[in-house]
Structure formats: C-alpha cells, structure tokens
C-alpha cells in the first residue's frame, strides 16, 4: 500500500492502492458537459488532487467529505502537462476504527515534547505577574491546553497540520523576541509582547472542529478568531487581581490588530511597536511555511519553478535548494 508521497513517475502506467481521508470534492463540467470530480484526499505525507470521471450529483461520494472520511482507492497513475495525475479506478470508504488515523493526519515535523518545554520557558520569560497569570490561565490550563498544543492553526495555507498552532505560536515567539531583544525593549513591553504572542491564535481552538475535520465550528463562522480571542481574554482578564490598563488595553489591541489591516480581518490597526511587532512577526511565519510546504507538495514536478502560489502571487523556484 502506497503513501501519497511515493507515488511519482516511477508509477507511471501502473495501478496504485492508498488509504486517505477524503477532505474535499469538487465537481466539474467538461467542454461537453460531462460531470466530473476533483478530489483533494491527504495522508500523514501530502495532499494530493485526484481525478474522478463520470460522477452524477446524486452519487452518495459526494457526502462523504462532510466529516473526513477514510477512503481506500485504487487509481491509476498518469501525466497531463508533464505533472503527474491521478484518475480513480474504484474508491471505497473503509470504517475509521480499522486505520490509525495518525497515518492520515500531518503533523508538526518539530519535535513534541521540545515545543512544549519551549513554551513553558516563554511563559516564565514574563516577569510581570499578573500577565503571567493571564497566560497562565488561558493556554496551560484544562481543557484549553490539550488543545492548544494539538490544534492546526488554519484550514490551509500555513500550519494546518497537527500541532499547527503550538509551531506557529512558537515561532512567533521567536521572531517576538528577536526584535525585542535587538531593539532593546523595557521588560514590561517584553512581558505583553509576549502575552498577545501566545494568545493571538489561541482561540483557532474553538475557530475550528477538532482533527480530522476540516471544518470551522459555528462559533468560528459567526464569530471568528480575532473576536473570540480578544473576548477571552478581557473575561481572564476580568478574573485576574490588579491587572493594569495599560497592559490590558495594549494586549488586546495585539489580539485585535494582529492581522494588520482591515480589510485582512483586524477591527482595528496595531497601536503600539509591541502590536506592530507582533503583526510582522506572525506575517513572517504564515509567509515563510506556506512558501516551505508549497515547495515541499511540489518537490516532484520536473519543472525548476511550482506552480503560482496564490497567497504571494508568484511562482517560487525550486533549484538550488539542496
Ligand atoms: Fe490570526
Ligand atoms: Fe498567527
């Protein structure tokens, strides 16, 4: 049984058999109108888009990317354009309880009981204790903490994988405290840089349905991220004794501002260098890993660039990289 990775050219001509999840299915019409369906299936290694022809609206298949299901397929491997694809010959869903799904779900290539000890030691790193307490409470306490190291942080594009919000948050982190250190901060704007650091994404727990869905949860639609964050945190806030204004105002104009413009989501602008920093430093992680798994998911094409990338508008080039 093959993983999605290792079907390249070599397979070419040949019939493949794979288990995936099945999370997402496009229908299509040809120049004669015939119905036929993308289908996006991913394991542990990548997510691939395979071919079904023939499809009607009807056809039961078409519930199936609802809640993920595990689906076994056998396809056939051809070329279209010189890049590899794939056009199912038979596919069938196979009970959940019969794979290990960690087979199917991609997750964080850091190691995990590192990023935890990272976290902790950036939680200590704030001297101020009420903001502590505030941090404290709202990622290393159940239930939240379990999820928070768990959660992707997007349905695509950057971090979506298991542990995708532990990462990212971590490498904002680092960016955070580059810059601080660099520009010499005082302690106390080190101390909430580091807070809406470690909550600006906090609520993507409850933004979205647990792994493997890839779906957001209603309070997710209606509310989003950036609200329920923010609302979070003022409640927290609220519990905490003698939290000062000025930290409170200035780390949740951070959760508020962190997307950096309105018309990317954010209520209001970043209003201090904290949030501003927080602002560039997320951007840089969203940007550098979405750049890395795009090139990643196209290592095998033959062509020297990938495909354009539509969060960069360009194409990124793949040669010289090793
Ligand atoms: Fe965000
Ligand atoms: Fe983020």
């Given at each position: 049984?093959?993983d999605?990775?290792s079907?390249t050219?070599?397979e070419l ?10 999370v ?9 109108d015939?119905?036929?369906a ?16 023939d ?5 039961p298949?078409l519930?199936?990317c ?9 396809a056939?491997v051809?070329e279209?354009q010189g890049r ?6 038979k ?7 019969s794979?290990d799904?960690?087979?199917?779900i ?7 009981e590192q ?11 704030i ?11 709202m990622?290393?306490?159940?239930p939240y ?5 768990t ?12 542990h ?9 982190l680092?960016?955070?405290i580059?810059?601080a ?5 005082s ?9 809406m ?5 906090w ?8 792994l493997?869905?890839n ?8 509310l989003g ?22 930290d ?16 990317w ?6 209003k201090?260098v904290?949030a501003q920093?927080l602002?560039?430093a997320?951007?840089?992680?969203g940007?550098?890993?979405s750049?890395?798994?795009f090139?990643?998911e196209q290592?095998?094409?033959k062509e ?6 539509w ?5 990124f080039?793949?040669g010289?990289?090793?």
């Open positions: 049984m093959a999605l990775k079907i050219r070599n001509n040949q019939e493949v058999v794979f288990t995936a999840l099945l997402d299915i496009k229908i299509k019409s040809t120049k004669n015939k119905k036929y993308d289908l996006t299936v991913q394991d542990a290694t990548m997510k691939r888009e395979i071919k079904l022809w499809i009607n609206q009807d056809d298949l519930d199936l609802e809640e993920p299901a595990v689906v076994e397929i056998c056939l051809g279209y590899l694809q794939l056009t199912v010959k596919i069938t869903e196979i009970d959940r309880d794979v799904m960690s087979a199917l991609p997750s964080s290539k850091w190691n995990y990023m935890q000890q990272w976290l902790t030691e950036f939680r200590d790193k001297k101020t204790l009420p903001v502590q307490t505030l941090v404290d409470r990622v290393f306490q159940a903490y379990e999820k928070y190291c959660y992707p942080a997007a349905k695509s594009v950057h971090h979506n994988f298991r995708g919000i532990l990462q990212h948050t971590l490498e904002v680092k960016y955070c580059m810059v250190t660099t520009k010499k901060l302690q106390r704007q080190i101390d909430r840089l580091i807070a650091a470690f909550l600006h994404d609520a993507k727990i409850i933004e979205y349905e647990p493997p869905s779906q957001f949860s209603d309070e997710g639609k209606m991220h950036i609200f329920i964050g923010a609302h979070y945190t003022q409640k927290t806030i609220d519990t905490i004794d003698e939290f000062d204004r000025d409170a105002l200035i780390i949740l104009n951070g959760i508020l501002g962190h997307h950096g413009a309105l018309e989501g954010s209520p209001v602008l970043p201090t904290e920093i602002h560039q997320d951007k840089l992680s940007d550098v890993e750049i890395l798994s090139m990643q290592e095998n094409a020297p660039f990938t495909e354009r990338l969060n960069m508008s360009t194409e080039y793949k010289g990289i090793s």
